[in-house]
DNA sequence: TAGATTGTTAATCGATTAACAATC
DNA sequence: TAGATTGTTAATCGATTAACAATC
Protein backbone atom coordinates (compact mmCIF):
# COMPACT_ATOMS: atom_id res chain seq x y z
CA UNK A 1 0.00 0.00 0.00
CA UNK A 2 2.91 1.94 -0.37
CA UNK A 3 1.13 3.93 -3.33
CA UNK A 4 -1.85 4.78 -2.36
CA UNK A 5 -2.97 8.91 -2.24
CA UNK A 6 -2.76 8.81 1.65
CA UNK A 7 -4.85 11.56 3.73
CA UNK A 8 -4.43 14.63 5.36
CA UNK A 9 -5.85 12.79 8.57
CA UNK A 10 -3.17 10.04 8.58
CA UNK A 11 0.06 12.56 7.94
CA UNK A 12 -1.56 15.00 10.92
CA UNK A 13 -1.65 11.96 13.61
CA UNK A 14 1.81 10.88 12.72
CA UNK A 15 3.87 13.35 15.07
CA UNK A 16 1.50 12.47 17.83
CA UNK A 17 2.99 8.56 17.28
CA UNK A 18 6.52 10.15 17.32
CA UNK A 19 5.86 12.33 20.08
CA UNK A 20 4.63 8.81 21.86
CA UNK A 21 7.56 6.74 20.77
CA UNK A 22 9.79 9.33 21.92
CA UNK A 23 7.98 9.80 25.22
CA UNK A 24 8.55 5.77 25.80
CA UNK A 25 11.98 5.29 24.26
CA UNK A 26 12.98 7.45 26.57
CA UNK A 27 11.89 5.30 29.62
CA UNK A 28 14.00 2.41 28.38
CA UNK A 29 11.07 0.72 26.53
CA UNK A 30 12.37 -1.56 23.65
CA UNK A 31 8.94 -2.56 21.87
CA UNK A 32 5.49 -1.80 21.60
CA UNK A 33 2.21 -3.01 20.10
CA UNK A 34 -0.56 -1.41 18.19
CA UNK A 35 -2.86 -1.68 21.45
CA UNK A 36 -0.28 -0.25 23.95
CA UNK A 37 -0.11 2.30 21.18
CA UNK A 38 -3.45 2.88 21.46
CA UNK A 39 -4.14 2.83 25.31
CA UNK A 40 -1.76 5.98 25.34
CA UNK A 41 -2.78 7.67 22.35
CA UNK A 42 -6.38 7.38 22.59
CA UNK A 43 -6.83 6.05 19.28
CA UNK A 44 -7.64 2.69 18.08
CA UNK A 45 -5.55 0.14 17.60
CA UNK A 46 -6.85 -0.64 14.19
CA UNK A 47 -6.23 2.86 13.06
CA UNK A 48 -2.57 2.75 14.04
CA UNK A 49 -2.03 -0.14 12.35
CA UNK A 50 -3.79 0.91 8.98
CA UNK A 51 -2.02 4.43 9.08
CA UNK A 52 1.85 2.80 9.95
CA UNK A 53 1.35 0.14 6.89
CA UNK A 54 0.41 3.27 4.41
CA UNK A 55 3.86 3.82 4.65
CA UNK A 56 5.55 0.14 4.95
CA UNK A 57 5.18 -2.81 7.26
CA UNK A 58 6.91 -1.65 10.32
CA UNK A 59 5.77 -4.29 13.35
CA UNK A 60 6.41 -7.87 13.63
CA UNK A 61 3.73 -10.57 14.20
CA UNK A 62 3.33 -11.88 17.47
CA UNK A 63 6.16 -8.95 18.59
CA UNK A 64 4.69 -5.37 17.47
CA UNK A 65 6.88 -2.70 16.63
CA UNK A 66 10.45 -1.73 17.84
CA UNK A 67 10.47 2.09 19.21
CA UNK A 68 13.71 2.96 17.74
CA UNK A 69 12.96 1.50 14.37
CA UNK A 70 9.76 3.07 14.54
CA UNK A 71 10.93 6.32 15.57
CA UNK A 72 13.76 6.47 12.85
CA UNK A 73 11.14 5.21 9.84
CA UNK A 74 8.40 8.34 10.93
CA UNK A 75 11.87 10.93 10.80
CA UNK A 76 12.23 9.95 7.59
CA UNK A 77 8.72 9.55 6.44
CA UNK A 78 8.12 13.18 7.73
CA UNK A 79 11.16 14.19 6.63
CA UNK A 80 12.91 15.85 9.52
CA UNK A 81 16.04 13.60 9.04
CA UNK A 82 17.48 16.30 6.78
CA UNK A 83 18.23 19.48 7.31
CA UNK A 84 16.69 22.72 6.53
CA UNK A 85 17.25 26.03 6.13
CA UNK A 86 14.88 28.42 7.51
CA UNK A 87 13.70 32.46 7.08
CA UNK A 88 12.04 34.13 9.67
CA UNK A 89 9.68 36.93 8.25
CA UNK A 90 8.52 39.58 10.73
CA UNK A 91 10.16 40.07 13.89
CA UNK A 92 7.25 41.12 16.22
CA UNK A 93 6.28 39.19 19.00
CA UNK A 94 5.43 35.52 16.90
CA UNK A 95 8.49 35.45 15.70
CA UNK A 96 11.03 36.42 18.06
CA UNK A 97 8.97 33.06 19.67
CA UNK A 98 9.55 31.11 16.99
CA UNK A 99 13.90 31.82 16.97
CA UNK A 100 13.62 30.34 20.28
CA UNK A 101 10.95 27.68 19.43
CA UNK A 102 12.71 24.56 20.69
CA UNK A 103 11.65 22.59 17.90
CA UNK A 104 13.96 23.75 15.95
CA UNK A 105 17.09 23.19 17.77
CA UNK A 106 16.09 20.09 18.12
CA UNK A 107 15.82 19.04 14.61
CA UNK A 108 18.07 20.31 11.64
CA UNK A 109 15.98 23.79 11.51
CA UNK A 110 18.57 26.38 10.73
CA UNK A 111 17.10 30.03 11.32
CA UNK A 112 19.85 31.90 8.78
CA UNK A 113 17.94 35.10 8.13
CA UNK A 114 15.52 37.16 10.06
CA UNK A 115 13.58 40.04 8.11
CA UNK A 116 11.61 43.13 8.97
CA UNK A 117 10.77 46.49 7.94
CA UNK A 118 10.75 48.48 11.28
CA UNK A 119 14.22 50.95 11.03
CA UNK A 120 14.35 50.68 14.87
CA UNK A 121 15.33 46.86 14.93
CA UNK A 122 16.92 46.67 11.58
CA UNK A 123 20.66 45.65 12.25
CA UNK A 124 19.93 44.39 15.23
CA UNK A 125 21.07 40.96 16.40
CA UNK A 126 19.23 38.11 17.73
CA UNK A 127 20.88 34.39 18.39
CA UNK A 128 23.72 35.28 16.43
CA UNK A 129 21.40 36.29 12.98
CA UNK A 130 21.49 39.76 11.80
CA UNK A 131 17.80 41.54 11.63
CA UNK A 132 17.76 42.39 7.85
CA UNK A 133 15.77 45.25 5.59
CA UNK A 134 12.52 43.14 4.40
CA UNK A 135 13.62 44.44 0.82
CA UNK A 136 17.20 41.94 1.21
CA UNK A 137 14.65 39.21 1.57
CA UNK A 138 15.39 37.81 -1.81
CA UNK A 139 19.19 37.59 -1.74
CA UNK A 140 19.24 35.84 0.83
CA UNK A 141 16.44 33.26 0.34
CA UNK A 142 18.58 32.66 -3.12
CA UNK A 143 22.03 32.73 -1.92
CA UNK A 144 21.16 30.42 1.29
CA UNK A 145 19.40 27.99 -1.05
CA UNK A 146 16.69 28.69 2.14
CA UNK A 147 13.87 25.79 2.01
CA UNK A 148 11.48 27.17 4.08
CA UNK A 149 10.28 30.51 5.18
CA UNK A 150 7.93 31.22 8.13
CA UNK A 151 5.73 34.15 7.90
CA UNK A 152 4.92 36.14 11.02
CA UNK A 153 3.67 39.08 9.69
CA UNK A 154 0.28 40.74 9.44
CA UNK A 155 -2.22 39.68 6.88
CA UNK A 156 -1.82 42.73 4.08
CA UNK A 157 2.00 42.20 3.25
CA UNK A 158 1.84 38.55 3.17
CA UNK A 159 0.83 37.58 -0.18
CA UNK A 160 3.26 40.01 -1.82
CA UNK A 161 6.31 38.70 -0.10
CA UNK A 162 4.92 34.98 -0.60
CA UNK A 163 5.02 35.95 -4.15
CA UNK A 164 8.91 37.11 -3.92
CA UNK A 165 9.28 33.96 -1.98
CA UNK A 166 8.22 31.75 -5.05
CA UNK A 167 9.99 33.47 -7.17
CA UNK A 168 13.09 32.65 -5.03
CA UNK A 169 12.78 28.92 -4.97
CA UNK A 170 11.03 28.60 -1.97
CA UNK A 171 9.75 24.95 -1.18
CA UNK A 172 7.50 25.29 2.00
CA UNK A 173 5.91 28.23 3.77
CA UNK A 174 4.42 28.01 7.45
CA UNK A 175 2.52 30.52 7.72
CA UNK A 176 1.13 32.75 11.04
CA UNK A 177 -0.42 35.43 9.01
CA UNK A 178 -4.24 35.31 9.57
CA UNK A 179 -5.02 35.32 5.24
CA UNK A 180 -5.51 31.75 2.64
CA UNK A 181 -2.09 32.23 0.76
CA UNK A 182 -2.50 31.73 -3.39
CA UNK A 183 0.69 29.47 -4.26
CA UNK A 184 1.90 27.22 -7.25
CA UNK A 185 1.30 23.47 -6.18
CA UNK A 186 5.07 22.62 -5.82
CA UNK A 187 4.91 25.04 -2.90
CA UNK A 188 3.61 23.89 0.40
CA UNK A 189 1.64 25.89 2.72
CA UNK A 190 1.04 25.31 6.42
CA UNK A 191 -1.18 27.31 8.00
CA UNK A 192 -1.16 28.06 12.46
CA UNK A 193 -4.35 30.16 12.17
CA UNK A 194 -4.54 31.14 15.78
CA UNK A 195 -7.75 32.82 15.35
CA UNK A 196 -9.35 29.92 14.41
CA UNK A 197 -7.86 27.83 16.87
CA UNK A 198 -9.26 30.13 19.83
CA UNK A 199 -12.76 30.68 17.94
CA UNK A 200 -12.86 26.55 18.02
CA UNK A 201 -11.95 27.06 21.88
CA UNK A 202 -14.87 29.57 22.27
CA UNK A 203 -17.37 27.51 20.20
CA UNK A 204 -17.14 24.44 22.44
CA UNK A 205 -17.39 26.36 25.65
CA UNK A 206 -20.34 27.54 24.62
CA UNK A 207 -21.52 24.17 23.06
CA UNK A 208 -20.56 21.24 25.23
CA UNK A 209 -22.83 19.22 23.68
CA UNK A 210 -20.75 18.57 20.51
CA UNK A 211 -17.38 19.07 22.51
CA UNK A 212 -16.07 15.26 21.43
CA UNK A 213 -13.77 15.69 23.88
CA UNK A 214 -9.18 15.71 23.29
CA UNK A 215 -8.72 14.75 20.17
CA UNK B 1 -31.26 20.62 11.63
CA UNK B 2 -30.52 22.77 14.81
CA UNK B 3 -30.08 19.63 17.25
CA UNK B 4 -27.98 16.87 15.81
CA UNK B 5 -24.55 16.87 16.79
CA UNK B 6 -22.04 19.15 14.29
CA UNK B 7 -19.01 17.59 13.34
CA UNK B 8 -15.06 19.22 14.41
CA UNK B 9 -14.70 19.77 11.03
CA UNK B 10 -17.55 22.02 10.36
CA UNK B 11 -16.99 24.30 13.54
CA UNK B 12 -13.03 24.46 12.02
CA UNK B 13 -14.70 26.34 9.51
CA UNK B 14 -16.77 28.49 10.83
CA UNK B 15 -13.68 30.70 11.85
CA UNK B 16 -12.81 30.80 7.39
CA UNK B 17 -16.11 31.97 6.84
CA UNK B 18 -15.59 34.98 9.31
CA UNK B 19 -12.74 35.65 8.32
CA UNK B 20 -13.97 36.08 4.73
CA UNK B 21 -17.43 38.05 5.62
CA UNK B 22 -15.16 40.36 7.33
CA UNK B 23 -12.84 41.09 4.40
CA UNK B 24 -15.87 41.48 2.22
CA UNK B 25 -17.76 43.45 4.74
CA UNK B 26 -15.24 45.73 4.97
CA UNK B 27 -15.06 46.39 1.32
CA UNK B 28 -19.08 47.35 1.97
CA UNK B 29 -20.49 44.19 -0.27
CA UNK B 30 -24.30 43.95 1.78
CA UNK B 31 -24.98 40.26 0.13
CA UNK B 32 -23.01 37.09 -0.72
CA UNK B 33 -24.57 34.15 -2.08
CA UNK B 34 -23.32 30.47 -1.33
CA UNK B 35 -21.49 30.31 -4.48
CA UNK B 36 -19.57 33.50 -4.22
CA UNK B 37 -18.56 32.52 -1.20
CA UNK B 38 -17.55 29.28 -3.22
CA UNK B 39 -15.25 31.14 -4.86
CA UNK B 40 -13.69 32.93 -2.68
CA UNK B 41 -13.42 30.39 -0.03
CA UNK B 42 -12.59 27.62 -2.19
CA UNK B 43 -14.69 25.28 -0.68
CA UNK B 44 -18.39 24.17 -2.55
CA UNK B 45 -21.36 26.10 -2.56
CA UNK B 46 -22.95 23.16 -1.52
CA UNK B 47 -20.71 22.99 1.56
CA UNK B 48 -21.08 26.16 3.29
CA UNK B 49 -24.73 25.79 2.61
CA UNK B 50 -25.16 22.59 4.31
CA UNK B 51 -22.66 24.35 6.95
CA UNK B 52 -24.45 26.96 7.63
CA UNK B 53 -27.64 25.08 7.83
CA UNK B 54 -26.76 23.51 11.16
CA UNK B 55 -27.24 26.50 13.08
CA UNK B 56 -30.20 27.86 11.76
CA UNK B 57 -31.73 29.28 8.34
CA UNK B 58 -29.65 32.53 8.21
CA UNK B 59 -30.00 32.83 3.89
CA UNK B 60 -33.00 33.88 1.90
CA UNK B 61 -33.82 31.95 -1.06
CA UNK B 62 -32.79 34.04 -4.26
CA UNK B 63 -31.09 36.25 -2.59
CA UNK B 64 -28.22 34.77 -0.58
CA UNK B 65 -26.68 35.61 2.63
CA UNK B 66 -26.98 39.22 4.43
CA UNK B 67 -23.12 39.66 5.39
CA UNK B 68 -23.22 41.69 8.50
CA UNK B 69 -26.15 39.45 9.47
CA UNK B 70 -24.32 36.55 8.89
CA UNK B 71 -21.17 37.89 10.87
CA UNK B 72 -23.27 38.77 14.08
CA UNK B 73 -24.95 35.32 13.70
CA UNK B 74 -21.18 33.31 13.30
CA UNK B 75 -20.07 35.63 16.24
CA UNK B 76 -23.10 34.09 18.02
CA UNK B 77 -22.34 30.59 17.06
CA UNK B 78 -18.30 30.80 17.57
CA UNK B 79 -19.68 32.22 21.27
CA UNK B 80 -17.42 35.39 20.67
CA UNK B 81 -20.49 37.74 21.55
CA UNK B 82 -19.60 37.76 25.36
CA UNK B 83 -16.40 38.57 27.18
CA UNK B 84 -13.83 35.93 28.71
CA UNK B 85 -11.25 36.38 31.31
CA UNK B 86 -7.87 34.87 30.58
CA UNK B 87 -4.89 33.48 32.19
CA UNK B 88 -1.73 32.87 30.38
CA UNK B 89 0.92 30.56 32.25
CA UNK B 90 4.02 30.66 30.75
CA UNK B 91 6.10 34.08 30.32
CA UNK B 92 8.35 32.71 28.01
CA UNK B 93 8.40 33.99 24.58
CA UNK B 94 5.08 31.96 23.26
CA UNK B 95 3.53 33.51 26.22
CA UNK B 96 4.69 37.43 25.34
CA UNK B 97 3.48 36.61 21.92
CA UNK B 98 0.26 35.62 22.69
CA UNK B 99 -0.45 38.50 25.11
CA UNK B 100 0.33 41.11 22.57
CA UNK B 101 -1.91 38.46 20.20
CA UNK B 102 -4.06 40.98 18.38
CA UNK B 103 -6.85 38.80 18.01
CA UNK B 104 -7.45 39.46 21.86
CA UNK B 105 -8.03 42.88 21.34
CA UNK B 106 -10.33 43.01 18.90
CA UNK B 107 -12.47 40.85 20.74
CA UNK B 108 -13.81 40.69 24.84
CA UNK B 109 -10.65 38.59 25.46
CA UNK B 110 -9.04 40.36 29.08
CA UNK B 111 -6.07 39.21 30.41
CA UNK B 112 -6.70 39.35 34.15
CA UNK B 113 -2.82 37.42 35.13
CA UNK B 114 0.38 36.27 34.13
CA UNK B 115 2.41 33.90 35.42
CA UNK B 116 5.69 32.09 35.79
CA UNK B 117 8.00 30.58 37.32
CA UNK B 118 11.20 32.77 36.90
CA UNK B 119 12.35 35.15 39.77
CA UNK B 120 14.02 37.27 37.29
CA UNK B 121 10.82 38.22 36.15
CA UNK B 122 8.37 37.30 38.55
CA UNK B 123 6.99 41.30 39.89
CA UNK B 124 7.52 42.86 36.62
CA UNK B 125 4.41 44.29 34.50
CA UNK B 126 3.52 43.41 31.29
CA UNK B 127 0.46 45.44 29.50
CA UNK B 128 -0.23 46.36 33.17
CA UNK B 129 -0.86 43.24 33.74
CA UNK B 130 1.74 41.74 37.10
CA UNK B 131 3.75 39.20 36.46
CA UNK B 132 3.10 36.49 39.84
CA UNK B 133 4.24 33.42 41.03
CA UNK B 134 2.59 30.33 39.75
CA UNK B 135 1.63 29.48 42.88
CA UNK B 136 -0.94 32.40 43.21
CA UNK B 137 -2.23 31.21 40.11
CA UNK B 138 -5.32 29.50 42.01
CA UNK B 139 -5.78 32.64 43.70
CA UNK B 140 -6.47 34.35 40.96
CA UNK B 141 -8.30 32.04 38.67
CA UNK B 142 -10.91 31.84 41.50
CA UNK B 143 -11.17 35.40 42.24
CA UNK B 144 -11.49 36.61 39.21
CA UNK B 145 -13.49 33.87 37.63
CA UNK B 146 -10.77 33.08 34.83
CA UNK B 147 -12.80 31.27 32.00
CA UNK B 148 -9.63 30.64 29.83
CA UNK B 149 -6.15 29.69 30.77
CA UNK B 150 -3.54 29.75 28.20
CA UNK B 151 -0.49 27.41 28.86
CA UNK B 152 2.70 28.41 27.30
CA UNK B 153 4.87 25.93 29.48
CA UNK B 154 7.04 23.04 28.77
CA UNK B 155 5.14 19.67 28.21
CA UNK B 156 6.84 18.56 31.95
CA UNK B 157 4.11 21.12 34.67
CA UNK B 158 1.79 20.80 31.93
CA UNK B 159 -0.35 18.48 33.79
CA UNK B 160 0.00 19.39 37.19
CA UNK B 161 -0.86 23.01 36.14
CA UNK B 162 -4.13 21.96 34.49
CA UNK B 163 -5.68 19.88 37.02
CA UNK B 164 -4.67 22.73 39.15
CA UNK B 165 -6.81 25.11 36.67
CA UNK B 166 -9.38 22.33 36.27
CA UNK B 167 -10.41 22.21 40.45
CA UNK B 168 -10.62 26.17 40.38
CA UNK B 169 -13.63 25.87 37.77
CA UNK B 170 -11.55 26.52 34.37
CA UNK B 171 -13.42 25.98 31.13
CA UNK B 172 -11.48 26.21 29.03
CA UNK B 173 -7.30 25.40 28.03
CA UNK B 174 -5.47 26.93 25.40
CA UNK B 175 -2.53 25.06 25.85
CA UNK B 176 0.82 25.41 23.46
CA UNK B 177 2.84 22.32 25.71
CA UNK B 178 3.50 19.72 23.81
CA UNK B 179 1.76 17.15 25.53
CA UNK B 180 -2.06 15.41 25.38
CA UNK B 181 -3.55 16.92 28.37
CA UNK B 182 -5.79 14.66 30.11
CA UNK B 183 -8.98 16.80 31.28
CA UNK B 184 -12.45 15.84 32.69
CA UNK B 185 -14.92 16.41 29.58
CA UNK B 186 -16.89 19.79 31.32
CA UNK B 187 -13.74 21.39 30.23
CA UNK B 188 -12.85 22.40 26.96
CA UNK B 189 -9.30 21.40 25.53
CA UNK B 190 -7.97 23.10 22.52
CA UNK B 191 -4.19 22.13 21.30
CA UNK B 192 -1.62 24.40 19.08
CA UNK B 193 1.19 21.53 18.16
CA UNK B 194 3.55 23.19 16.81
CA UNK B 195 5.68 20.57 16.30
CA UNK B 196 2.62 18.77 14.56
CA UNK B 197 2.42 21.86 12.32
CA UNK B 198 5.97 22.03 11.47
CA UNK B 199 6.21 18.36 10.71
CA UNK B 200 2.88 18.17 8.31
CA UNK B 201 5.17 21.00 6.31
CA UNK B 202 8.00 19.00 6.28
CA UNK B 203 6.04 15.42 5.03
CA UNK B 204 4.28 17.49 2.68
CA UNK B 205 7.91 19.06 1.23
CA UNK B 206 9.05 15.50 0.54
CA UNK B 207 6.28 14.28 -0.57
CA UNK B 208 4.64 16.69 -2.55
CA UNK B 209 2.45 13.59 -4.72
CA UNK B 210 0.19 13.31 -1.22
CA UNK B 211 -0.12 17.28 -1.17
CA UNK B 212 -3.63 18.24 -1.29
CA UNK B 213 -2.99 21.71 -2.08
CA UNK B 214 -4.41 24.84 0.44
CA UNK B 215 -6.50 23.08 2.65
C1' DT C 1 4.76 -25.38 18.68
C1' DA C 2 1.33 -22.06 20.74
C1' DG C 3 0.42 -17.38 21.52
C1' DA C 4 0.59 -12.93 20.08
C1' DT C 5 0.12 -9.42 17.00
C1' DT C 6 0.71 -7.73 12.58
C1' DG C 7 -0.89 -6.56 7.69
C1' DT C 8 -4.84 -6.29 5.01
C1' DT C 9 -9.49 -6.98 3.38
C1' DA C 10 -14.29 -6.17 4.17
C1' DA C 11 -17.99 -3.70 6.70
C1' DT C 12 -19.47 0.37 8.76
C1' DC C 13 -19.81 4.85 9.58
C1' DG C 14 -19.61 9.74 8.61
C1' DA C 15 -18.74 13.65 5.76
C1' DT C 16 -19.01 15.79 1.27
C1' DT C 17 -21.24 16.60 -2.96
C1' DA C 18 -25.10 16.65 -6.08
C1' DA C 19 -29.70 17.50 -7.04
C1' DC C 20 -33.91 19.76 -6.71
C1' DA C 21 -38.18 21.32 -4.62
C1' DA C 22 -39.34 25.33 -1.89
C1' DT C 23 -39.60 30.11 -1.84
C1' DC C 24 -38.04 34.79 -1.77
C1' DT D 1 -44.21 36.82 -12.32
C1' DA D 2 -39.55 34.90 -13.55
C1' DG D 3 -35.06 34.22 -11.93
C1' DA D 4 -32.12 33.24 -8.40
C1' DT D 5 -30.64 30.89 -4.61
C1' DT D 6 -31.60 28.76 -0.45
C1' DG D 7 -32.63 24.61 2.63
C1' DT D 8 -32.69 19.86 2.58
C1' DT D 9 -32.81 15.14 0.95
C1' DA D 10 -30.45 11.57 -1.53
C1' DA D 11 -26.15 9.77 -3.64
C1' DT D 12 -21.39 9.42 -3.44
C1' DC D 13 -17.17 9.30 -1.64
C1' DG D 14 -13.68 8.57 1.85
C1' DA D 15 -12.13 7.40 6.37
C1' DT D 16 -12.50 4.50 10.39
C1' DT D 17 -13.35 0.23 12.55
C1' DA D 18 -13.83 -4.71 12.71
C1' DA D 19 -12.35 -9.09 11.53
C1' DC D 20 -9.20 -12.52 10.49
C1' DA D 21 -5.72 -14.98 7.85
C1' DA D 22 -0.73 -14.68 7.74
C1' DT D 23 3.31 -15.21 10.28
C1' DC D 24 6.82 -14.24 13.62
Redesign the interface.
Known amino acids: MLDA ?2 S ?1 AV ?2 R ?3 Y ?2 YLELIGDKGIIRVSSQELSKI ?2 LTASQIRQDLNHFGAFGQQGYGYNVEELKIELEK ?4 DKP ?1 NVVIIGF ?3 G ?6 S ?1 FKKKG ?1 KVVGIFDNSPEIIGNKANDVVIKDVSELEEVVTREKV ?2 AILAIPAIPAQEITDKLVACGI ?2 I ?1 NFA ?1 I ?4 P ?2 V ?28
Open positions: KIVIKLPKYRTGIMGVYGNISALLNYGFDIKGWPDLKLRNVLENVHLDGSLLTLTYYMNSLKDYPGVR
